[in-house]
Nanobody, 126 residues
Framework: VQLQASGGGSVQAGGSLRLSCAAS????????MAWFRQGPGEERTLVAAISRSGNWAEYANTVKGRFIISRDNPRKTVSLQMGNLKPEDTAVYYC????????????????????WGQGTQVTVSS
């Protein structure tokens, strides 16, 4: 089972980036997917999570209205479109999969996720 994240980089405040995560070896359609981030000296926190079918998403308050999570089940990918980026969005971003996800629940805690990608750096300068 592997998650491969891509799309990080450096951008000025107000700019946009799109992160992608490709899954392999995973029953993707039965997995809840999420993006977390971790800044220097900080805990890993949820950015956004999306249900198995993609019809339900949860966002951190700090990114609501700026970020959109989406998934493509046939292609086994999950994406995070980030807009109006701010310096405080600077962090390493990780995609994660909960392959024990049930239909009525969308986990938001890192401990609920079983598989993690390698992380991709996002740097926003002011």
């Amino acid at each position: 089972v592997q998650l491969q994240a891509s799309g990080g980089g450096s951008v000025q405040a107000g700019g946009s980036l799109r992160l992608s995560c490709a899954a392999s070896g995973l029953n993707f359609g039965r997995s809840c997917m999420a993006w977390f981030r971790q800044g220097p000296g900080e805990e890993r926190t949820l950015v956004a999570a999306i249900s198995r079918s993609g019809n339900w998403a949860e966002y951190a308050n700090t990114v609501k209205g700026r970020f959109i999570i989406s998934r493509d089940n046939p292609r086994k990918t999950v994406s995070l479109q980030m807009g109006n980026l701010k310096p405080e969005d600077t962090a390493v971003y990780y995609c994660a999969a909960d392959y024990n996800c049930i239909l009525s629940h969308l986990p938001t805690e890192p401990t609920a996720y079983d598989v993690w990608g390698q992380g991709t750096q996002v740097t926003v300068s002011s």
